[in-house]
């Protein structure tokens, strides 16, 4: 089997499961690390494979199916299903230490306590990714792929932190001395040097409270910092991947023979399986991504395993250097190594694809000026590393001049002119007959000696009406012109499809706003149109700012409805832009697109920033409202959250870390999806214990002012 797409499906699964299990290892240390007791560490960890199994099972009744894009969702879920378990074995173990009360009692009174920012907790993170099940178009499909896994996990989730972990806790933990954290060895070194940071942390935003102008002011900075970078960002669909084998497209001259496309196939055969990354190559003649014809020719290049090949011998990699070797290799063919689309469905190979069109009427002549200036010019381009023409060049054209009057006049119609003429250079099926039992085709068709030239074509002869055999030499004449072999329209209008690809260290986003740019100083009358990758890359593109825009929304009317209260709302959002910071920067540092995956990371870390931001503000107002001043119960809120906040943080970082350094098969999707996921959560976890309890604060003295001393704020 020399060409199977099969194996980068399985292994693609395979590491993503993988990955799966290292970010259940890495959560269940971080547990470890923070309660030192394997007890409470368990609870969190029961909860998960059955939060998964439930998800799983809403997913067969919906008809997904297990792919890469579900256990993506997984990955990405994995450090957010023991965040309602931490919250809840956290304040149960802090009330058995300092309160010194039983598990049982611990745990109603916990409960008490943090019920309503686990429903708060849980409805935003799983409203956030509602409105990505709505999107159309094939981007939709993908959102919504995450969008069923992420939600339902999170609810399975929210609904077992209110059921099974209280019952866990009640029934697994024992009681503790109060003293339990004082231990020597590195856990006790670890709980007072975290109890130092608590205390220093608590001071900082007592200080913070007091200066919440100087606050804001860095606030506005860093919303200006982050307009600034986000416009910069360069954009993309997805991730181009190595999936074990590339395209060769074989182009010969017009008019080329099909040896000499047979020559040109094996030279490429023979470099191919010179590198010692191939394991075979499958070629083709007569047929290419630009059409039929013996001068065209495609080559499957099939890999090794990911798993047998370096850094430098990607399918990227061996795509550029084919391209290298062949171009200065093979003068009697254009060939183009292709590394294949995220998706097969929307084109040939990754990078652009448009098609030029005369919108004009300016016809085909001008059509192929234009066509031909923009190729030269995104050949001097320093942004596109090539752009070509998909489809056959013109021809040469033999003409035959058929004089009418004489053919009538010497009893020869018309129609049998046609048919002599298509039967002899095209052939035709006359019948079937049987032969030794199987029946086979008689198939009719002058001798290759009686059409290789012009003179010998003026030789067949047409039947005429008086039952003689007429040469159409007597009533006709042969001229050679040139012409399209193929005529092209898109949308209705004449059309040439060109497709290229960036430069490294480029996106195909700024390829294609230089394709436009190129474009729009050709003349009037030629216009164009994405397709295939590239017009989902478009409408992705301008999906995203609505998207966010709406998941902003659903979260603001979520804990509007849940809290009664616009204050909390606008506290919590006002979170949410630094952690969009934190991911921009780290897509940036690594040189990586806003691509689809990078959305999805995005709404995630909305749904995360609000998370942290409603742990704090939930207790900050249960003590504001016990009669304690709004500062001291912001500092206090933001002191007794502190702990669960950085443990869930945490856990989800670490959790999500093995996408990050990902390698092999499908690892450029894991990386894009992780990597702007960790910068975000790190940037809303380190800004956010901060800036929350300030916005806060802020927030509930102008919802005061409003309302009147009584504080009312509805």
């Known amino acids: 089997m020399p060409y199977n797409t099969a194996p980068f499906v399985e292994i693609s699964i395979l590491q993503v499961l993988v990955t799966l299990a290292e970010a259940m290892v890495l959560v269940f240390l971080v547990m470890l690390l923070f309660l030192q007791n394997l007890r409470y560490t368990l609870i969190p960890t029961i909860v998960v494979p059955i939060a998964l199994m439930g998800t799983f099972a809403v997913m067969f009744a919906a008809g997904f199916s297990i792919n890469v894009l579900t256990m993506f969702g997984m990955v990405l879920a994995i450090g957010i299903l023991v965040d309602d378990a931490i919250v809840v074995v956290e304040n149960v173990e802090r009330l058995m230490s300092t309160e010194g009360l039983s598990p049982k009692e611990a745990t109603r009174k916990a409960m008490g306590q943090i019920t309503g920012a686990l429903v708060g907790i849980t409805l935003v993170l799983a409203a956030v990714f509602f409105p990505l099940a709505f999107m159309a178009g094939s981007v939709g499909i993908i959102y919504r792929q995450f969008s069923l896994s992420m939600a339902t996990s999170i609810l399975f989730s929210g609904f077992l932190a209110l059921s099974l972990t209280p019952a866990l806790c009640a029934t697994l933990l024992k009681p503790v001395p109060p003293e339990h954290h004082e231990k020597r060895g590195f856990g006790g070194w670890f709980n007072r040097s975290f109890a130092r940071t608590t205390h220093r942390y608590q001071r900082g935003v007592t200080g913070l409270l007091h200066r919440i102008g100087r606050v804001m002011l860095v606030y506005v900075v860093l919303l200006l910092a982050l307009a600034w970078a986000y416009l910069r960002l360069p954009t993309s669909f997805l991730p181009v991947e190595d999936q074990g084998f590339i395209i060769t497209d074989v182009q010969l001259p017009a008019g080329a023979t099909a040896n000499r496309t047979s020559e040109a196939l094996e030279q490429l055969e023979r470099y191919m399986l010179s590198r010692p990354s191939v394991a075979g190559i499958v070629a083709i003649k007569g047929f290419s991504f630009s059409g039929m014809g013996q001068n065209a020719g495609l080559a499957f290049t099939v890999f090794k395993d990911w798993s047998e090949r370096g850094p430098d011998e990607s399918a990227m990699a061996e795509a550029n250097r084919a391209n290298g070797a062949m171009f200065m290799g093979v003068r009697d063919a254009q060939m183009y190594s292709l590394v294949p689309p995220a998706i097969p469905e929307l084109g040939t190979a990754s990078g652009f694809a448009l098609r030029l069109q005369d919108r004009g009427g300016v016809g085909h002549a001008a059509l192929l000026d234009a066509r031909n200036r923009l190729l030269a010019a995104a050949a001097q381009n320093p942004v596109i590393a090539y752009a070509r023409v998909e489809g056959l060049e013109d021809a040469p054209l033999l003409q035959l001049e058929i004089d009418r009057q004489k053919a009538a006049a010497l009893g020869v119609s018309f129609d049998r002119i046609a048919s002599t003429v298509s039967t002899a250079l095209g052939s035709s099926i006359a019948g079937d007959f049987a032969n030794l039992g199987r029946m086979q085709r008689v198939v009719v068709q002058a001798d290759v000696s009686a059409r290789m030239s012009p003179a010998e074509i003026l030789e067949l002869h047409v039947p005429g009406s008086r039952g003689g055999m007429v040469p159409l030499s007597s009533f006709a004449t042969t001229t050679w012109t040139t012409g399209p072999v193929q005529l092209i329209r898109y949308n209705g209008y004449p059309s040439y499809k060109i497709s290229g690809d960036a430069k490294p260290g480029y996106s195909t986003g700024q390829a294609m706003q230089e394709m436009e740019r190129l474009i729009a100083e ?103 409202r016990d009669g304690m001043g709004l500062i001291e119960a912001t500092v206090e809120a933001a002191r007794l959250r502190f702990r669960p906040i950085v443990m869930t943080s945490l856990a989800f970082i670490l959790g999500v870390s093995p996408l990050v350094v990902a390698t092999g098969a499908s690892s450029a999707s894991q990386n894009a999806i992780g990597t702007g996921v960790i910068g975000g959560m790190l940037t809303a976890t380190v800004l956010g214990v901060f800036m929350v309890p300030a916005f806060f604060v802020l927030v509930r003295r102008l919802a005061n002012r409003r309302a009147g001393a009584s504080g009312d704020e509805r």
């Not at 295939?532 to 966010?548: F, I, K, V, Y």
């Not at 204050?567 to 780290?586: F, K, Q, R």
């Not at 690594?590 to 999805?600: A, H, I, L, Q």
């Open 522 to 624: 050709l003349p009037s009358g030629i216009g164009f149109e994405w397709t295939g990758q590239s017009l989902q890359e478009r409408q992705s593109g301008a999906q995203a700012p609505m998207l966010m825009a709406l998941s902003l929304l659903v979260v603001f009317l979520v804990l509007a409805a849940l809290y009664e209260s616009w204050s909390i709302p606008v506290s919590v959002l006002l979170l949410v832009p630094m952690g969009v910071i934190g991911a921009v920067l780290a897509v940036t540092l690594r040189g990586m697109p806003n691509d689809v995956f990078f959305t999805v990371g995005l709404i995630t870390i909305i749904g995360l920033s609000a998370k942290n931001a409603i742990l704090i503000v939930e207790f900050a107002k249960d003590l504001h």
